[in-house]
């Protein structure tokens, strides 16, 4: 079960590099324009249907303010530099490690779920753009009159589909083409290193987290990667999730059993990035 190949570590480490492959005017479409901060015509901006209503985002927008990690990495992805963004660990600390070197220049607002009102106020932003699958739809008609502001549930598509709604709230649609030619690429170097050593092989992809056992299904990232790759998952790992991952106790260990394991965790220096934030 615990066998090792250096060919699949190239799976491992694509599936890390698909993260960095993926992280105005009126407001509204409808007649309110009560913004007492900016209001225009619908002219030099897109119309946008999101989780909340329809919204009018800038056609190129210069100021983006992200509120959610993986807002910031699909939006750095598409060459787009935010200037501001929240962080899940902290209120005040650095972005997560992964994404340091690229967002390094971009102004921390605090927690995602909640971020510093005053200070993104004072930033000026042309769009701001997050995950709405907590407080921020509480706080959506304050975020509206700051900027036109987009928000989107990660749990209402694939990150594939994300990262491609995050192209066309930015108007980067032909640098996600882009991005996605590359990821095919990789995907068809690595199909090909692998040939056919693996077909009838089980490959079980499991996560220690803050003492519980997890695994990433098939609508996750490193799910989806796995079956682009045409890798055969553990029935048990083999399904869908809501939140992509699904979490068993050590009594149901047998959901963990593959021909082959990866095994991820926290790294020292992980660990120490969330105790010191």
């Not at 007649?31 to 209001?39: G, L, Q």
């Not at 036109?148 to 549930?153: F, G, M, N, S």
């Amino acid at each position: 079960m615990f066998k090792a190949n250096h060919q699949l570590i190239a799976l491992f480490l694509l599936m890390s590099l698909a993260v960095f492959l993926f992280p105005a005017c009126n407001f509204r479409v409808s007649n309110n324009s009560s913004s007492p901060i900016r209001a225009s015509s619908t002219a030099n901006c897109r119309v946008i249907q999101h989780v909340m209503e329809e919204t009018c985002v800038p056609t190129s927008p210069q100021r983006v303010v992200t509120l959610a990690p993986d807002a910031l990495g699909n939006t750095l992805a598409l060459n787009v530099k935010p200037i501001a963004s929240t962080n899940d660990f902290s209120k005040e600390g650095a972005f997560l490690p992964y994404l340091n070197s690229k967002a390094k220049g971009i102004e921390t607002l605090g927690s995602a779920d909640r971020p510093n009102i005053e200070r993104l106020l004072s930033l000026q932003p042309d769009l701001i753009f997050g995950w709405g699958g907590n407080s921020l739809e509480a706080i959506y008609p304050l975020l509206s009159k700051i900027a036109p502001t987009v928000l989107y549930r990660w749990q209402d598509g694939t990150w594939k589909e994300n990262f491609n709604f995050t192209a066309k709230v930015l108007g980067k649609q032909e640098t996600a083409q882009a991005a996605w030619h590359h990821y095919q690429e990789r995907i068809q170097e690595l199909k090909t290193a692998l040939g056919n050593c693996y077909k009838d092989k089980k490959i079980s992809f499991i996560y220690f987290s803050f003492g519980r056992i997890g695994t990433y299904v098939k609508n996750s990232l490193p799910g989806s990667i796995f079956s682009d790759v045409d890798l055969q998952r553990p029935e048990s790992q083999d399904i869908i999730s809501p939140s992509g991952n699904i979490s068993f106790s050590e009594e149901e260990l047998e959901k963990a059993d593959g021909d082959i394991l990866f095994v991820a965790s926290f790294t020292d220096s992980d660990i120490q990035f969330l105790k010191k934030n």
